[in-house]
């Protein structure tokens, strides 16, 4: 397959890819048509901040199947449309954090204690010990704003320094604030309880101007720190703030537009340390974000959960092994429920029983929708089915039990709507061996692959025998089949594997015979 990279990544993450495969063409200048041309036909893609991945750029892209942002932010890439066009996009969060909180840190000192411009002015040939007067972080308070992965580390090393931690995240719990050693309180009091400001926030329409003049007036005497992303912070107001001795200091290593321009009023101001984007400026970490965003890529191409997933299901690396053989056993259960299922789908339950309610099944989930649509010829994966359950107005529920009564394992998918119910529900056998154990209630043991044929009739002598021979003379081979019943002379259910589409001439003809009451033909496309 192609995967476009359009931005510089380490060679490592190039050479995961190659290895497994990829044809893999770089274009790190690409914009406008030539970008529109070169993802046309591409099936995964690479980016850092350099590349604008807009609503054109997406719907262009028809092969497309995952966006990889080498790096932590993705305000670069339409998300919502990634989505409406079945894209992943995943970043890499765990790759340059240490390398971010680490350039956090040092640019914390930095501002205490003015470090580049006592430097300069020693190499200009002045020696002004008596000009610096620095701050000690001993016993001062840092505020944190944004308590993710890098404002995590950036408080335990700041912490273990002697700092009080107080942070501000509404999306974190005051359980976790604490282990790692900071008090949760909201963004005013942070702000000026704090003699430090540290900013680790994505840029959103929320998050974009958060820290204006009125913020940086509780932040008082204090210093501004800010390695996130530019345009959280008010960049004319800190420079003023700074100006008139409202804030003693700032350091910052992102902006709102970058490169930086020339007459940016940060520049005119020494106590206002500026560096180009750095925070993930090292070789380990340029590694590791490469590294890790090619294996997202690798793994999206072969259908695989992906591990940093931001509008799609993910799962943990370490539980996949025991969750992957029944992604696909769900979604044929999906395809198997929706293809019987006479008119429009309201509901759709999925239900878990047994060892994998134990589990994190929202990938699972996701290909059972998948899964239930798809026979609908809707444009469907496991990134967009929850959304066009969604726009549809299909209700979705998961449940789980630990309780099983036959199986170690089942799963169970039923679909509805007012006038009818479907439910399907399969297991594994022997570990990986996908079976379909019941169909509406019905005890059967049929090998979902290809072609199915499930009949409902009268339980009576010749009914089988009748099916048979019209399959059969319709040029129907029959592979295998298991019948199941509900009492003696009542109902019965039988699933047949056939070699090829029944038909609508040999459905017809059955149908005729008052014994048997529906023929629905499933089609699964060789997929178990």
Same mark, same amino acid.
């Given at each position: 397959?192609?995967?476009?990279?359009?931005?510089?990544?380490?060679?490592?993450?190039?050479?995961?890819?190659?290895?497994?495969?990829?044809?893999?063409?770089?274009?790190?200048?690409?914009?406008?048509?030539?970008?529109?041309?070169?993802?046309?036909? $591409?099936?995964?893609?690479?980016?850092? &901040?350099?590349?604008?991945?807009?609503?054109?750029?997406?719907?262009?892209?028809?092969?497309?199947?995952?966006?990889?942002?080498?790096?932590?932010?993705?305000?670069?890439?339409?998300?919502?449309?990634?989505?409406?066009?079945?894209?992943?996009?995943?970043?890499?969060?765990?790759?340059?954090?240490?390398?971010?909180?680490?350039?956090?840190?040092?640019?914390?000192?930095?501002?205490?204690?003015?470090?580049?411009?006592? %430097?300069?002015?020693?190499?200009?040939?002045?020696?002004?010990?008596?000009?610096?007067?620095?701050?000690?972080?001993?016993?001062?308070?840092?505020?944190?704003?944004?308590?993710?992965?890098?404002?995590?580390?950036?408080?335990?090393?700041?912490?273990?320094?002697?700092?009080?931690?107080?942070?501000?995240?509404?999306?974190?719990?005051?359980?976790? $604030?604490?282990?790692?050693? $900071?008090?949760?309180?909201?963004?005013?009091?942070?702000?000026?309880?704090?003699?430090?400001?540290?900013?680790?926030?994505?840029?959103?329409?929320?998050?974009?101007?958060?820290?204006?003049?009125?913020?940086?007036?509780?932040?008082?005497?204090?210093?501004?720190?800010?390695?996130?992303?530019?345009?959280?912070?008010?960049?004319?107001?800190?420079?003023?703030?700074?100006?008139?001795?409202?804030?003693?200091?700032?350091?910052?290593?992102?902006?709102?537009?970058?490169?930086?321009?020339?007459?940016?009023?940060?520049?005119?101001?020494?106590?206002?340390?500026?560096?180009?984007?750095?925070?993930?400026?090292?070789?380990?970490?340029?590694?590791?974000?490469?590294?890790?965003?090619?294996?997202?890529?690798?793994?999206?191409?072969?259908?695989?959960?992906?591990?940093?997933?931001?509008?799609?299901? &993910?799962?943990?690396?370490?539980?996949?092994?025991?969750?992957?053989?029944?992604?696909?056993?769900?979604?044929?259960?999906?395809?198997?429920?929706?293809?019987?299922?006479?008119?429009?789908?309201?509901?759709?339950?999925?239900?878990?029983?047994?060892?994998?309610?134990?589990?994190?099944?929202?990938?699972?989930?996701?290909?059972?929708?998948?899964?239930?649509?798809?026979?609908?010829?809707?444009?469907?994966?496991?990134?967009?089915?929850?959304?066009?359950?969604?726009?549809?107005?299909?209700?979705?529920?998961?449940?789980?039990?630990?309780?099983?009564?036959?199986?170690? &394992?089942?799963?169970?998918?039923?679909?509805?709507?007012?006038?009818?119910?479907?439910?399907?529900?399969?297991?594994?056998?022997?570990?990986?061996?996908?079976?379909?154990?019941?169909?509406?209630?019905?005890?059967?043991?049929?090998?979902? %692959?290809?072609?199915?044929?499930?009949?409902?009739?009268?339980?009576?002598?010749?009914?089988?025998?009748?099916?048979?021979?019209?399959?059969?003379?319709?040029?129907?081979?029959?592979?295998?089949?298991?019948?199941?019943?509900?009492?003696?002379?009542?109902?019965?259910?039988?699933?047949?594997?056939?070699?090829?589409?029944?038909?609508?001439?040999?459905?017809?003809?059955?149908?005729?015979?008052?014994?048997?009451?529906?023929?629905?033909?499933?089609?699964?496309?060789?997929?178990?």
């Amino acid at each position: 397959m192609k995967v476009l990279v359009t931005d510089p990544i380490a060679d490592a993450g190039l050479d995961v890819l190659r290895d497994a495969g990829h044809k893999v063409e770089t274009g790190y200048e690409l914009e406008g048509d030539d970008l529109l041309e070169a993802v046309a036909d $591409a099936n995964g893609m690479i980016v850092r &901040s350099g590349t604008e991945v807009t609503e054109e750029v997406l719907e262009a892209a028809d092969d497309l199947v995952i966006v990889g942002r080498a790096g932590i932010g993705v305000d670069n890439i339409d998300i919502d449309a990634a989505k409406d066009n079945g894209v992943i996009v995943a970043n890499a969060p765990e790759g340059n954090v240490r390398a971010a909180a680490e350039h956090t840190v040092a640019m914390t000192f930095a501002a205490a204690r003015s470090i580049p411009q006592a %430097h300069i002015r020693l190499k200009n040939g002045e020696w002004a010990k008596s000009d610096y007067l620095g701050a000690e972080l001993d016993g001062k308070t840092l505020g944190v704003v944004g308590l993710g992965r890098v404002g995590q580390e950036v408080a335990k090393k700041l912490d273990s320094l002697g700092m009080d931690i107080v942070a501000y995240d509404p999306y974190i719990s005051e359980e976790r $604030a604490e282990r790692i050693g $900071a008090e949760l309180v909201e963004f005013e009091p942070c702000l000026e309880a704090a003699d430090f400001v540290t900013v680790h926030t994505p840029l959103t329409p929320e998050t974009e101007g958060l820290i204006g003049e009125d913020e940086l007036d509780l932040l008082g005497n204090g210093y501004l720190i800010n390695c996130a992303r530019g345009g959280v912070v008010d960049e004319d107001a800190l420079a003023a703030k700074v100006e008139d001795g409202t804030l003693a200091g700032a350091a910052l290593d992102v902006f709102a537009e970058e490169p930086l321009a020339a007459d940016s009023p940060l520049l005119e101001h020494d106590d206002i340390i500026v560096t180009p984007h750095l925070g993930a400026s090292t070789e380990a970490a340029q590694e590791n974000v490469a590294t890790s965003t090619a294996e997202q890529v690798n793994a999206a191409l072969v259908g695989e959960p992906v591990a940093n997933a931001l509008n799609a299901p &993910s799962i943990d690396e370490s539980a996949f092994p025991r969750v992957e053989p029944y992604i696909d056993l769900a979604e044929t259960a999906g395809k198997v429920a929706a293809q019987l299922l006479e008119g429009r789908i309201e509901t759709v339950e999925v239900t878990y029983e047994g060892d994998i309610a134990e589990e994190d099944v929202e990938f699972v989930t996701a290909s059972a929708l998948k899964g239930v649509f798809e026979p609908l010829e809707w444009q469907v994966n496991a990134v967009n089915a929850p959304q066009i359950a969604e726009d549809r107005g299909v209700d979705v529920t998961e449940s789980k039990t630990r309780q099983a009564e036959d199986f170690q &394992s089942l799963i169970s998918v039923t679909v509805s709507n007012d006038d009818d119910e479907v439910s399907v529900d399969g297991t594994l056998f022997a570990g990986d061996d996908p079976r379909i154990v019941r169909i509406d209630g019905y005890r059967v043991d049929a090998i979902p %692959h290809g072609r199915m044929v499930v009949t409902r009739n009268t339980d009576e002598p010749g009914v089988i025998g009748l099916i048979g021979s019209v399959m059969g003379n319709h040029g129907v081979n029959i592979a295998g089949m298991f019948n199941a019943r509900e009492t003696i002379g009542g109902e019965a259910l039988t699933v047949y594997n056939v070699d090829s589409e029944v038909p609508d001439a040999a459905k017809a003809e059955l149908e005729n015979d008052e014994r048997v009451i529906g023929v629905s033909d499933i089609t699964l496309n060789g997929q178990a």
